[in-house]
């Protein structure tokens, strides 16, 4: 079964600090995405990756950054987490090339930042 | 850039009723997908429906539907028999072609969603 796990359903941070968001999927998908979901304001990209290493700035990527070191994990950095960053983050992964373009997407990481 | 406006942000059928979710999206592409995403309470999304642009015919996957008009850039979806299980969060989406310089990704535009309400 297709799976798209984030590491962390809950997360409360400070002001200031560092935080990481992990996902990791088992489908071996080449794209993955990162997504911020605001009531009323919908899904909208931080960022994706269409290969291990490689990076494309989505929609809102400011005082955000990524990492993708393995091609089943894609990280999502917040170097100092501030309050406006307090959001529901939903990570996403989908095959690359000629497809319907469906994306499978983890359960969600709830960040909180004091 | 493409865009994609559900203007019902609530929306509330009895059991057992249809109800019909409204989109509407805005792009120069000839061809491209369209989806339907459920996101129930356990916040999870799953895709419901997809629609090729290229197809006129309208998609269906048992009690879901959709009504597809390409010139008005329209792509409604419809329950039928609803039910409690249906209750959540719909997102429609258009897929996106995110270009960079050695190739693509496929991503997806989102909606600001309608939460379905079920009523027993």
């Known amino acids: 079964d297709v799976k798209v796990t984030q590491s962390s359903r809950y997360l409360v941070k400070r002001t200031g600090e560092k935080v990481f968001l992990e996902c990791v999927q088992d489908m071996d998908h080449e794209n993955m995405f990162w997504y911020r979901q605001d009531p009323g304001l919908g899904l909208r990209l931080i960022y994706f990756?269409?290969?291990?290493?490689?990076?494309e700035k989505g929609d809102i990527p400011e005082g955000y950054s990524v990492s993708r070191e393995k091609k089943e994990r894609f990280s999502l950095i917040l170097e100092s987490a501030s309050t406006n960053q307090t959001s529901m983050y939903l990570c996403?992964?989908?095959?690359?090339?000629?497809?319907?373009?469906?994306?499978?997407f983890g359960e969600g990481s709830r960040l909180t930042v004091l | 850039a493409q865009t994609v406006t559900q203007s019902q942000p609530e929306m509330s059928v009895q059991e057992a009723e249809t109800v019909t979710l409204s989109c509407t999206y805005d792009t120069s592409e000839s061809d491209y997908y369209l989806f339907w995403y459920k996101q129930p309470p356990s916040r999870q999304m799953i895709l419901v429906i997809r629609q090729e642009a290229y197809k006129q015919q309208n998609a269906t996957e048992n009690r879901f539907s959709v009504n597809f008009q390409k010139a008005a850039k329209s792509f409604s979806l419809k329950i039928s028999d609803s039910q409690l299980g249906d209750a959540a969060m719909y997102f429609c989406?258009?897929?996106?072609?995110?270009?960079?310089?050695?190739?693509?990704?496929?991503?997806?535009?989102f909606g600001k969603g309608t939460h379905l309400i079920i009523q027993p």
């Open positions: 989406a258009y897929r996106s072609y995110l270009r960079y310089s050695g190739g693509g990704a496929d991503g997806l535009t």
């Open positions: 996403a992964s989908s095959f690359r090339g000629p497809n319907t373009g469906e994306l499978f």
């Open positions: 990756s269409y290969d291990v290493k490689m990076k």
